[in-house]
C-alpha cells in the first residue's frame, strides 16, 4: 500500500527516474487493488467502478513507466511511438494480407514484439551513472500534451483494430445446412435411436 500511495502522489510527475523496485511494486499494487475489487464487488455490477478505476489510475501508471524508461536512459517518446509503428503494422499487415498468409501470423509477431519492446526496457537495470532525466523537473503542460498523445495514440490504435477486425475475414463463415442435409441428419438420427 506504501508504494501505491507513493505512486499516487506522482500522478502527474513524468519527470525524473524511477528505479526497478519502486516501479514494480506499483504495477503490482495497481494490478492486486484492481483485483480485490472485482473480487469483493463480484456481487454487484462493478463494471462502472471498474471503469473510474482504470480511468483514475491510468495517468500515474504511464508517468511511472515514463519514469522507469528514464532510468534506463530512454525517452517518454518510447511509449506511443512503440503502440504507434507496432499499431500500424499490424493493421496495415492484416488489411493488406487480408488473413490469407502466413505472412501475417510473423506480421502479428513482429507488430506485437514492437508493441512491448518498453515492457521489455522496464526490466533493464538502472543507469548507475547519472542521465540527462537525474534532475528534471516536471513540466505540467509539456507532460499533460505527452500524456494526451499517448491517450490519443493508443485509443486511435483500438478504434482501428476494432474497424480492422470487422473487415477482415480472420474466421472462414459457416455455411448454413441445405433442407435435403438436414432431412439426411433427422434420418441418420432416426436410424441411430431405432438401432438402439
Known amino acids: 500500500l506504501d508504494f501505491f500511495l507513493k505512486g499516487l502522489r506522482k500522478y502527474s510527475h513524468f519527470g525524473g527516474r524511477e528505479g526497478r523496485k519502486d516501479f514494480f ?34 495517468p500515474p501508471v504511464i508517468s511511472s513507466m515514463v519514469r522507469r524508461l528514464h532510468d534506463v536512459g530512454k525517452s517518454a517518446w518510447v511509449l506511443p511511438m512503440s503502440i504507434l509503428v507496432g499499431g500500424g503494422l499490424f493493421i496495415a499487415g492484416a488489411l493488406l494480407l487480408n488473413g490469407n498468409s502466413y505472412t501475417l501470423g510473423l506480421m502479428v509477431i513482429f507488430s506485437f514484439l514492437i508493441m512491448c519492446y518498453p515492457l521489455f526496457l522496464m526490466f533493464f537495470p538502472s543507469q548507475k551513472t547519472s542521465n540527462k532525466f537525474n534532475n528534471q523537473p516536471s513540466h505540467p503542460i509539456k507532460h499533460g500534451i505527452l500524456l494526451f498523445a499517448f491517450i490519443l495514440i493508443f485509443m486511435t490504435f483500438l478504434y482501428l483494430f476494432g474497424l480492422m477486425m470487422n473487415m477482415v475475414n480472420v474466421l472462414p463463415k459457416e455455411e448454413s445446412l441445405t433442407a435435403e442435409e438436414i432431412k439426411e441428419i433427422d434420418a441418420l438420427i432416426q436410424k441411430y435411436q431405432e438401432t438402439k
Open 25 to 58: 511494486l506499483f504495477q503490482t499494487s495497481v494490478i492486486l487493488i484492481f483485483l480485490g475489487l472485482q473480487f469483493f464487488l463480484k456481487e454487484f455490477d462493478s463494471s462502472s467502478l471498474s471503469l473510474f478505476y482504470i480511468v483514475f489510475i491510468f
